[in-house]
């Protein structure tokens, strides 16, 4: 054994150069046999799955601010506009939703009237419009029509293909009129072929079939109908040529004009009373959807012609004692009307412009304090600033919040944390933001649809198990967790919420998440990957 390893050492000491090279091409071998066992080791996806479910979710907007050193809030109308009436005087003491200021509602009822209106026609014009599935009734018609008369073509075709019909001679002289014959004759082939594979499709359908199968007969017997057209076209230019240069039976050419005049003019009409029964249907659709749209644009006006209503009105918005009244019955409201002290203590609090767009008087709002951990004070927002104030370039307004409860421990000048409340929708359907996956401005979702929460469903299913489809949504509100599908998912139905590939040996995660603005939750999700019962606002 020493005197090999002595032999091996001499070798390569004396063999510099061709030892290194040896050496090189070993690790280079064992290096891509290393890659061949790990690359081709199993790869699969394994996804974790949700369920949707009903919940609740919330958007709020968040500032900071102060306790105020005075609770009086300014009462300020929305609109200008004559005032009618005046509910108060100084000093009265007043409680919340006493009406104080009444604007001349003149214009703004006219406004609902014109909206009320404008949706009534719309929806009359609706109706006017016919109905969808008269489009699909006719279209069973036409289908039915055109296949028999696709039938009788094709039979037609054959009679003149025939060892005794005209195009079926094999005497013809020339070169070019065998061309013709065989050209006739293949299209007349593939056209036949197409009408036994509609013949399947066509007596699968029933008065009660789904729309969509009517559509796809269509779709097909078009293709078929095109294809006779092709072959009637090339027969009808064979029988041309032979006729008048070749030596054929008058007859018989005679008998095959007649028919393949018939033939073509059946055959495009034929084509042309599907493709209009496809588009009648088509355009039906787009109109149908036009007048929805047009009738919720009209729902969505008289909505808000309504809500402006209630801006010509100003009620107290806490109990609290009336320190001053600055208009009288008949003047133009413009800006502040009056004021009134609170009997309880107000936080001002600063918003960016993004944010008070959202913001009206009213909201719910939560409030926090610095200086005591243990306390939570709920409110509502009693005044906005109509004018902002710009400091280093940033455009930030006041917002006032009443507090519902006085606690002692609270301090004028105190910092405090505010969340409003600026939108809130319950018993909707919720998902994980990260389920959501965006192509080509597409929202989707992967979805198992043969299983549902009913199931015993495992939080992760294997793609070698059960691969999932692709379902288009439409979405609606969002927090920084859950999002609101308004179309293309039920309840119950079994979602991916993150898919991880990778092998054995090493795993990798994708998954999709959701930007959000400004939102809080509170959801009531349950199952697998649902979100969890509760919730509290999440600030900006």
């Not at 495009?268 to 588009?279: E, F």
Request: hydrophobic letters at 35%; proline letters at 1%; glycine letters at 6%.
């Amino acid at each position: 054994m020493n005197n090999i390893f002595t032999k091996i050492k001499l070798f390569i000491s004396t063999h510099k150069k061709v030892s290194f090279s040896f050496l090189i091409v070993i690790l280079i071998l064992a290096g891509y046999w290393g890659y061949q066992i790990y690359s081709s080791e199993d790869t699969e996806t394994i996804y974790t799955v949700g369920v949707v479910e009903k919940g609740s979710i919330s958007e709020s907007v968040s500032g900071t601010g102060q306790v105020s050193a005075s609770s009086e809030i300014d009462l300020v109308s929305e609109v200008s506009e004559k005032i009618i009436y005046v509910g108060a005087k100084v000093g009265d003491t007043v409680k919340k939703g006493k009406l104080l200021f009444s604007l001349d509602t003149t214009d703004a009822k006219k406004t609902i009237r014109d909206a009320e209106i404008s949706l009534e026609s719309a929806q009359i014009s609706a109706e006017q419009e016919e109905n969808l599935e008269n489009y699909y009734t006719s279209a069973l018609s036409t289908l039915a029509s055109s296949f028999s008369d696709l039938e009788d073509t094709i039979s037609g075709l054959e009679d003149l293909f025939s060892n005794d019909g005209y195009l079926g001679i094999s005497s013809f002289s020339s070169e070019t009129a065998k061309n013709y014959q065989d050209e006739a004759e293949s299209s007349y082939f593939f056209a036949k072929k197409a009408l036994t594979n509609s013949k399947k499709l066509y007596y699968a359908i029933s008065q009660t079939d789904s729309k969509e199968k009517i559509e796809e007969a269509l779709v097909n017997l078009i293709k078929t109908a095109n294809l006779t057209a092709e072959a009637t076209k090339n027969s009808y230019e064979a029988i041309e040529y032979f006729s008048r240069n070749e030596e054929t039976n008058s007859t018989l050419a005679d008998e095959a004009w007649t028919s393949i005049n018939e033939l073509v003019s059946t055959t495009n009409g034929n084509v042309t009373d599907l493709i209009s029964s496809k588009d009648d249907i088509s355009n039906a659709k787009l109109s149908l959807k036009s007048s929805s749209l047009t009738i919720k644009q009209k729902q969505n006006s008289l909505q808000d012609a309504k809500e402006d209503l209630s801006d010509y009105y100003v009620y107290a918005p806490f109990n609290g004692t009336i320190s001053a009244i600055d208009v009288e019955i008949g003047d133009t409201s413009s800006g502040t009307l009056g004021t009134i002290i609170s009997e309880n203590q107000v936080a001002t609090i600063s918003l960016n412009e993004v944010d008070i767009a959202d913001v009206q008087i009213g909201q719910k709002a939560t409030l926090t304090f610095d200086a005591i951990d243990d306390l939570t004070i709920t409110g509502k927002v009693a005044e906005i600033d109509s004018v902002g104030s710009v400091s280093s370039g940033v455009v930030t307004y006041d917002v006032k919040i009443s507090f519902d409860i006085t606690d002692s421990r609270v301090k004028p000048g105190m910092s405090v944390s505010a969340t409003i409340i600026t939108n809130e929708k319950t018993d909707i359907l919720l998902v994980a933001s990260s389920a959501i996956k965006t192509q080509n401005s597409t929202e989707y979702i992967l979805v198992f649809p043969t299983l549902s929460a009913n199931n015993s469903v495992n939080s992760q299913i294997a793609s070698s198990k059960m691969t999932p489809i692709q379902m288009t949504v439409e979405t609606g509100i969002s927090d920084d967790s859950y999002i609101e599908i308004t179309s293309g998912l039920k309840e119950g139905d079994v979602i991916v919420i993150k898919t991880t590939t990778g092998t054995t040996s090493s795993t990798t995660s994708s998954t999709t998440s959701s930007s959000t603005k400004t939102k809080s939750s509170s959801s009531i999700f349950g199952g697998a990957g649902g979100p969890p019962s509760g919730g509290g606002p999440r600030g900006m």
